[in-house]
């Protein structure tokens, strides 16, 4: 019984953690907007991506999608950051994408997971499928 405890201990312990790293990558995305749209970068890099990268240790491209959700779900949706936390950053970033309300977008990224949120936005751009081999030994694309 004492292990059982100490087991979901730990099981609790990483989903706080889980919750507070997707919290605190909201709060990037509010310091981000802030960096950029003020000019607070400039005097550390010549570039943004030179910025991202070196004095925040994340690449442009993780510095744009959190921007975009900024931009989309606080600024143009009005939601707070705090009605962020706890939702994954990638499926924030994939549900914007998707038709319908900042509103509907945001309880889908609650609610679907990145997996459904791809098959969602397959289904909404119809297209063929193209057929590919994969190497079971090295998975090297052929």
């Known amino acids: 019984m004492n292990e059982l405890s100490l087991n979901d201990a730990l099981i609790i312990q990483t989903r706080d953690l889980i919750h507070a790293v997707q919290g605190s990558l909201i709060q990037v995305a509010v310091n981000l907007h802030k960096i950029k749209s003020e000019g607070l970068w400039e005097a550390k890099a010549e570039t943004w991506s030179q910025f991202t990268e070196s004095e925040l240790g994340i690449s442009q491209s993780q510095a744009s999608k959190l921007l975009a959700i900024h931009e989309h779900f606080i600024l143009k949706g009005g939601y707070s950051p705090d009605n962020l936390i706890g939702i994954d950053y990638e499926c924030l970033n994939m549900a914007r994408n ?3 309300t900042v509103e ?3 309880s889908k990224a609650k609610t679907l997971t990145r997996r459904e949120l791809r ?5 909404e751009v119809p297209h063929e499928h193209e057929p590919i081999q994969i190497c ?6 052929l």
Not at 119 to 123: A, H, L, S
């Open 98 to 100: 998707l038709s319908g």
């Open 104 to 106: 509907e977008q945001l």
């Open 119 to 123: 098959e969602e936005k397959n289904e």
């Open 136 to 141: 079971r030994k090295c998975s090297l694309r």
